[in-house]
């Protein structure tokens, strides 16, 4: 499956963003969708992971109340709405898709590109 994420840009702290990760050539609905981030000279993070339905969310504590996944089988698409955002939020933010529900990247067989996020004063 292919993922195409977007939606990132420059947004002030406090503004919110939405990102899209658009997915093609699988059964998007099969598979289990998460948000990572990785911030310059930082290691990739789990932000957020969503169950095939979308019955089921988890985040990270760093974004939890601020941040929501959601996705939309119909429009094989999972987003990634950002509220309150701060500066430490800064990063690329990367969708994957995988078969099973964890927050560690390795059990992601599948990415997007990245979209970049910036959020400044």
């Known amino acids: 499956v292919q993922l195409q994420a977007s939606g990132g840009g420059l947004v002030q702290v406090g503004g919110s963003l939405r990102l899209s990760c658009a997915a093609s050539g699988g059964t998007f609905s099969t598979y289990v969708t998460g948000w990572f981030r990785q911030a310059p000279g930082k290691e990739r993070e789990f932000v957020a992971v969503?169950?095939?339905?979308?019955?089921?969310?988890n985040y990270a504590d760093s974004v939890k109340g601020r941040f929501t996944i959601s996705r939309d089988n119909t429009e094989n698409t999972v987003y990634l709405q950002m509220n309150s955002l701060k500066f430490e939020d800064t990063a690329v933010y990367y969708c994957a898709a995988g078969r099973t529900w964890a927050v560690i990247a390795g059990a992601y067989r599948y990415w997007g590109q990245g979209t970049l996020v910036t959020v400044s004063s």
């Open positions: 969503i169950t095939r339905s979308g019955g089921t969310t």
